[in-house]
């Protein structure tokens, strides 16, 4: 069972550079979220889906982009990546008032 | 709107108990929730408790939730050096819909 896979664990970008982060749960879960972890600011939520074709806004979603076309998929894709997008970023998958579980992080540079 | 702060460090000596504290604002969470992140790694849910209990015990982990004062605390009992990491609270909010609020995280430093 391998829960939440997030690819690729570490990536270098250059300024402008657009990439995409990928995000996969195989426990059917109907919730999906991204979140960016930043020193001393805990996980600010970025965007949510509550099932496949469902997506909203989170508290910091400048810059990002996002779409559920499947219950298993979450990708999570930098329209043209900034400085101030250096982050480490997991994405986690939840069913209802249950457990989220979250993966292993993506770690980004944007230089 | 939503709000979750934590004190960001604790240091203890291995052996002793740790509290760490949070508060949050929206009293309308149905669970709060203990994170660990241990270096490098994701986050693994320690504990929670649902919004109408007072204390939930589990091991060696106590989470007390008042919710007049709107605070949580996490207790380990005879803290252990594996205990060192990064400790999140976090709350589930008023919408039904998977996301959380996270505190900016205590960093716990045990000492042997």
């Known amino acids: 069972n391998a829960g939440v896979t997030q690819t690729p664990k570490f990536q270098v970008l250059k300024t402008g550079q657009s990439m995409t982060l990928q995000c996969a749960q195989d426990?059917?879960?109907?919730?999906m979220s991204w979140y960016r972890q930043d020193p001393g600011m805990g996980l600010r939520l970025i965007h949510y889906s509550v099932g496949a074709g469902i997506t909203d806004q989170g508290e910091v979603p400048n810059g990002y982009n996002v779409s559920r076309s499947t219950t298993e998929d979450f990708p999570l894709r930098l329209l043209s990546a900034a400085p101030s997008q250096t982050s480490v970023y997991f994405c986690?998958?939840?069913?209802?008032?249950?457990?989220?579980?979250f993966g292993q992080g993506t770690r980004l540079t944007v230089v | 709107g939503e709000d979750v702060e934590q004190s960001l460090f604790l240091s203890v000596r291995e052996g002793d108990s740790s509290v760490i504290n949070c508060t949050y604002t929206?009293?309308?969470?149905?669970?709060l929730y203990w994170y660990k992140q241990e270096p490098g790694a994701g986050l693994q849910l320690l504990t929670y408790i649902f919004s109408n209990m007072d204390m939930k015990q589990d091991q060696r982990l106590t989470v007390l939730l008042n919710k007049k004062d709107k605070h949580l605390s996490l207790r380990i009992a005879d803290t252990q050096t594996g205990d060192s990491a990064i400790y999140f609270c976090a709350e589930d909010g008023s919408s039904n819909t998977g996301k959380l609020i996270f505190g900016q995280g205590t960093t716990l430093q045990v000492k042997p």
């Open positions: 929206d009293s309308s969470s149905t669970y």
């Open positions: 986690a998958s939840s069913s209802r008032k249950a457990e989220a579980f």
């Open positions: 426990m059917n879960h109907e919730y």
